[in-house]
């Protein structure tokens, strides 16, 4: 087996070998050259493969088909892969034309897709599906009826035979949908009527059998107010807490929460000036954390920290910028925190680990590039129109902190992200710990594996790469589009993605597009 030292002594990435797989694609055979690695033949990046991992049991790769039923539905193709890539089963079916997979949720050996219409109805009605999977069985089950509006779902849970679902309407009250499969019933619940809010996220406390709902409401134009609702399982709101920065000055951002014991949740968000906030919540930019507990309904222990204040702020900004904050501060005889960065993040879930709860965002901004055009007035003249073309969002950097349960920030650090520019808004850093105290940051770019080793505010091993093996060692990867990197199971990850491969050596084509997987695993 080949292996490639990530960090020395105790980490290595190893890629990992095995028998040929008859089903879908290529993959090696037992050959020290040969990585677990599936390659699908692809004709444009656009077609709709995706990625869903199993723990040990393998993983789901599932896409939507052109091919018809009727006239009406279209098949959607599964395919259950084992945790050696090799193909277990594969099966289809027919879902309704012009819908599509919004969501997913995994619990115990059940996949559970919500499928919404993309194209509005009559009457401003979508067609809502809930298929339920048996990924053990390849077993199909599911429901269908309609919500009423321009719905956009926010998220999509299931626990114990129910499946939770919040989303927002173009105007109007956020909704809280709650579907009991075994009854059939749907119960769907406007969580403010009438007045307008958006749902920003939910969690549930699965000991109690509640759910604890985040809400942004729109009390005027300029009053935009967070809510912490709590809904038991019939739909009946229980009691509802305004999460306040109590300061005028500031606003919530990217709310998450964490259940400490019964009716007693940390709040873990960011704070942006005031006036920032859209109606959807979400703001131009944050600057700092924003943290508090909820208990029995109150809000208490309420915690600001101004990103400046970071002891490794000198890594998310340009040192000269860094200095220039600092002489303000000085000639003018203010605080830090009269100063304030603007960072978009995209956050990940909360993760709890030696009663710590660590927080993870990664910085991104968008980017454009101009294009020229030659057009003509009205008398046939020429001249020179310049547009900016939208190329997608680039991530610069990993912001991670973490917190005790009372909401007191006790470390941070970051990490760089290179070479990242995505169309969609999603995660593509990934952290786990290797040990008690040592956590290992990861992504994947350019068919290489960026790793970097932390031990909270110290850094154990600095940003390193290794290349990511192809299929034969001949080939030479030329682009690469929608990559990702995820968790597998254990300290397995998987590498998924569409590649341009150029190999001079084939006796066919030279170059081909395929659709991606290989198995990874950090020792």
């Known amino acids: 087996m080949l292996k490639k030292a990530i960090l020395p002594v105790f980490l290595f990435l190893s890629l990992f070998y095995g028998p040929e797989n008859p089903g879908l694609g290529q993959q090696a055979s037992l050959s020290i050259n040969r990585p677990v690695r599936i390659e699908i033949q692809a004709k444009s990046t656009d077609e709709s493969n995706h990625i869903i991992p199993l723990d040990s049991t393998g993983l789901l790769l599932y896409y939507k088909s052109i091919e018809t ?193 019964p009716d007693d949740l940390l709040v873990v968000a960011t704070y942006s000036s005031a006036g920032k906030s859209g109606r959807t919540g979400s703001i131009s930019g944050s600057s700092g954390f924003f943290t508090c507990r909820v208990k029995n309904g109150v809000q208490i222990d309420i915690h600001f920290k101004n990103f400046l204040e970071l002891k490794n702020i000198q890594n998310l900004m340009q040192e000269k910028d860094l200095i220039s904050f600092k002489k303000k501060t000085l000639r003018n005889n203010r605080s830090i925190n009269d100063y304030a960065l603007e960072v978009n993040l995209m956050v990940h879930p909360l993760i709890v680990h030696n009663n710590q709860v660590v927080f993870m965002g990664e910085s991104y901004s968008p980017e454009y590039h101009p294009e020229n055009f030659t057009e003509f007035d009205f008398y046939g003249r020429p001249y020179i129109n310049t547009y900016n073309v939208f190329d997608g969002y680039r991530y610069s950097h990993a912001i991670i902190a973490g917190f005790d349960k009372s909401g007191n920030l006790k470390w941070d650090n970051t990490m760089e992200i290179r070479n990242i520019i995505s169309s969609d808004l999603n995660p593509k850093v990934n952290a786990f710990y290797s040990s008690s105290d040592t956590m290992v940051l990861c992504y994947s770019s350019e ?28 080939d030479k990867m030329i682009t690469d589009s929608k990559n990702h990197m995820v968790h597998w199971y254990d300290t397995f990850f998987l590498c998924y993605g569409y590649q341009e491969i150029k190999n001079i050596n084939s006796s066919g084509d030279k170059k081909r597009l395929v659709y991606y997987f290989s198995k990874v695993k950090f020792n």
């Not at 080793?453 to 990511?468: T, Y």
């Open 69 to 261: 039923v009727n006239d009406s539905l279209t098949k959607w193709y599964f395919s259950l892969y084992d945790k050696n890539l090799k193909l277990s089963w594969m099966s289809s079916i027919p879902v309704k034309t012009g819908l599509d997979v919004r969501d997913f949720s995994v619990e115990k050996d059940t996949v559970t897709f919500l499928f919404l219409s993309t194209d509005k109805t009559k009457g401003n009605t979508v067609i809502e599906m809930v298929i339920r999977l048996n990924f053990k069985t390849g077993k199909f089950t599911g429901n269908r009826h309609t919500l009423i509006g321009n719905v956009t779902p926010k998220k999509f849970m299931v626990f114990q035979g129910q499946a939770f679902l919040g989303y927002n309407l173009k105007t109007g009250p956020a909704h809280m949908q709650i579907i009991d499969f075994q009854l059939g019933k749907v119960t769907d619940i406007p969580l403010t009527s009438p007045m307008a809010s958006t749902i920003t996220g939910f969690i549930i406390d699965t000991l109690n059998n509640v759910l604890y709902v985040t809400i942004c409401k729109t009390v005027s134009k300029k009053n935009v107010v967070n809510d912490l609702l709590k809904i038991n399982f019939t739909g009946t709101i229980v009691s509802e807490t305004e999460i306040s920065t109590i300061s005028p000055l500031w606003e919530i951002g990217n709310l998450q929460l964490l259940i400490i014991d």
């Open 447 to 474: 068919a290489r594996i960026a790793s970097k080793i932390i031990c909270e505010d110290k850094v154990i091993e600095k940003l390193d790469f290794s290349e990511l093996e192809q299929l034969n060692p001949e």
